[in-house]
C-alpha cells in the first residue's frame, strides 16, 4: 500500500497574528484557494488567519524571495505585514538567508525586513496610498487623504478613514475598543459598495501622543489579534488629523507594534515580534490536485 501524500509545514505567529507556512521551493503544493480554506480551519485543519507561501522571485534581481498570501477563506491578497515579519524568521532560522536584510516580493511590491535581534524585525513598508482611486475607495476624489469621512449603510452612519498600506483599510475611531461591535461592524464595512475591493476594518482609539489601541476585522478572514498593514494605516491616518506624534505604540490583542513615519513624504517602518510555534506534516485528500 502506498503511503498518502502529505504537506510539510510551519505555524507561526507575529504578535498573535497567526500563520500557516508552505515552502513551494522544496515541495508541490495543491491549490491553495482550496487547501488554505482547510488548513485555516481551526476545527478541521491547523487553524490559522492565513498561509504564507515561499516562492521564488518573479525576479532575482529585485527580490530575494516571494511571498503568496491566502486569507482564510481561500482569496489571495496583496499584503500581510506582520506575515513578512514570520516569513523573514522561517528564512533565516532554516539558514535560506545569511543577511541582516532582504527583500520580499509581494503583489503590493517589494518590502524590507530587516532582522535587530531577540526575534525582533523591521520592516521597511514603502509609503502609505492616500489617493482615493488608489487605495481603492469611492469614499473620496483627487490625491486624497480620506480622512473622517461619512460612510452610510441604510439607517447606519460611520466616520471613517482610509489609507492603503498595499492593501486597503478603513479605520473608525470609538470610544471603547473592548466594546467595539467588531463582529457585527466589520463585516457591513468590510464589504461595502465604497471599498470595490473589500476592506481591512481598524477599529481604535488614541489613548496618548505615542499611544493607539487597536481592534481589527481582516477582510476574508475575520477579526484578528493584530494586523501589522493596519497599524500602519491607523498610525498613518491618526498622524494626518495630528493626534499622534510620528512614533506611536500600537497596542492590539496579541501584541504591540511600534510604527514610526517621518514625515508624509518619508517611507514607514514597523517593528515588532515573530515566532514560530510548531512544525507538522498534513496529508492530502485523494481528489486533492497538485499545482501545475
Known sequence: MSQQPSIEFTKMHGAGNDFVVLDATTQTLPPLEEFSRTLCDRRLGVGADTVLVVRAPTDSQA??????????????VEMCANGVRAFYKYLRDRSRIDTDEIRVETLSGVVRPRWLGDDTIRIDMGQPVLAPAKIPTTLGQGEGPVLDVALRDGDQTWTVSSVSMGNPHAVIEVDDVDRAEVARVGPLIENHPAFPNRVNVEFIRVLGRDHIQQRTWERGTGETLACGSGACAVAVSAMLRGAVDRRVRVELRGGDLEIEWADNNAHIFMTGPAAEVFTGQIPLLEDENTEA
Do not use: H, L, V
Not at 63 to 76: C, L, V, Y
Open 63 to 76: 527580490a530575494d524571495f516571494r511571498m503568496d498570501i491566502f486569507n482564510a477563506d481561500g482569496s489571495q
